[in-house]
């Protein structure tokens, strides 16, 4: 027998009453009746009340939404932004939509950057069987055979899959601040555990290619894997990259054990863009000793990617012309990084 809410309203009343009738039964015996009564209750039904099925479209035209030509989701009717409370009181119904349309949305990036951006999807294991567990990659046609560049893009931790930041920006803002393919494009112009992930694609990708400068972009636990990565393969990222771009990144080199020579590398071959309210660029306290922090220019975390994008560029190109000529990469860096500052 289910009981409804309203029966529930009732219950310290019911309970303080048949201890004034009994004169104070038994404690044993009251918690007995009140979870006989608790048992009775099912929760998951009184939810689904009145709920409809959760049997929503699979493609984009069937929620009767598009991207537009400035990359934003539109409704095809309306023209409106996505809406998510679609329907008022069925919160539960409202998040299942979302969520169906969130799987969509990868499916829709995925196309993107082998259409758009050119990218290969990679199987990972490479040498995995049938009936193995696998996951995969996007690289480049030439990733491991340009001489000069490989930059690679780390995404963090939640539902994001790859070619994205936030997928909650690509539906409520655009592509461009949502999605990894500003980036990738322009790059193009001039990957167990997330952790294991990027040692495995270090092993047998990065680590094979032929490019003289290496950049990486890492986004919050983006930052923690790549920290960890360093920490198993130091001789060779320090070796390989040029510089790393961190944006509100989740690593700490303390709980992490980053030892004192990948704290030094990464004073001066890392900068991380954080959220602030402060202007881009300008320089933010930090109370670890490992890279500098600067602000991305705005307070929103999903947000840090997109919005220091013109510095990062800057960023590398800082550090390849450094390497390049020989000279200390700090240098150069240090005048980016406090441009807000008097020198």
């Not at 038994?26 to 099912?42: F, G, H, P, V, Y």
């Amino acid at each position: 027998m289910s009981i409804s809410l309203s029966s529930l309203i009732f219950l310290p009343i019911w309970i303080n009453m048949a201890q004034m009738q009994q004169g104070g039964s038994n404690e044993t015996e009251q918690t007995a009746a009140l979870k006989d009564l608790l048992s009775r209750i099912d929760l998951d039904e009184l939810m689904k009340k009145d709920e409809p099925p959760f049997d929503f479209p699979d493609t984009l035209e069937g929620f009767e939404y598009a991207f537009n030509e400035k990359g934003q989701l539109r409704h095809i009717k309306t023209g409106e932004p996505f809406v998510f409370n679609y329907r008022e009181d069925l919160h539960r119904w409202n998040q299942k939509r979302y969520e169906a349309l969130g799987e969509i949305i990868t499916r829709y990036v995925y196309e993107l950057l082998e259409s758009d951006c050119n990218l290969k999807k990679i199987s990972i294991p490479v040498d995995a069987t049938e009936s193995e567990p696998k996951s995969f990659i996007f690289m480049s046609e030439d990733a491991l055979t340009n001489p000069q560049k490989l930059m690679v893009l780390i995404h963090g931790s939640g539902v994001v899959r790859a070619g994205q930041w936030a997928r909650r920006l690509i539906i409520n803002e655009d592509l461009d601040s949502g999605t990894q393919i500003p980036f990738i494009k322009r790059a193009m112009d001039e990957n167990g555990s997330p952790e294991e992930h990027a040692v495995y694609v270090w092993d047998h990708f990065i680590a094979q290619a032929s490019a003289e400068n290496v950049f990486f972009v890492a986004h919050s636990y983006g930052g923690l894997a790549f920290v960890e990565l360093m920490i198993q393969r130091e001789a060779d990222v320090k070796s390989k990259v040029t510089a790393v771009a961190l944006t509100d990144s989740v690593h700490n080199v303390w709980h992490q054990e980053a030892g004192k020579t990948i704290r030094e590398w990464m004073r001066e071959n890392c900068c991380n863009w954080v959220s602030s309210s402060e202007p881009l660029d300008t320089s933010v306290e930090s109370m670890l000793p490992d890279c500098p922090r600067v602000s991305a220019g705005t307070d929103r975390h999903e947000l840090t990617s997109w919005k220091s994008f013109p510095s990062i560029f800057k960023f590398f190109a800082e550090a390849s012309e450094a390497k390049s000529s020989s000279q200390k990469p700090a240098l150069t860096r240090r005048s980016h990084r406090i441009k807000h500052e008097e020198l």
